[in-house]
């Protein structure tokens, strides 16, 4: 069994690789003074960086979570994702509300991806 991670930090690696399937951390915002959109379009662009690194894209993703720090936000991440998901590979995805770890996340994400 070979498990390949990438990233891999004290408390936690940002992607690992099994069996041709891969598994990212939730992807976080680094400027936490964008409002939703913007805070949407750059977890999104972490994927497709951490996704591209594992040899996969978007068009392979398996299941998607996205959690929010306030619902009221659905509507604009909504709008960010549409634009970025490719139509005809949209995966399962649930979306819902939660408390993230920092205050100023308005969003997070969890992908798990097929590699291509």
Known sequence: MEITRLHVGARLSEAAIHNNTVYLAGQVPDDTTLDIAGQTREVLAHIDRLLAECGSDKTCILSCQIYLADLADFDGMNQEYDAWVPGAHTPPRATVQA????????????VVAAQR
């Open 99 to 110: 408390k993230l770890a920092n205050p100023d996340w308005r969003i997070e994400i969890v």
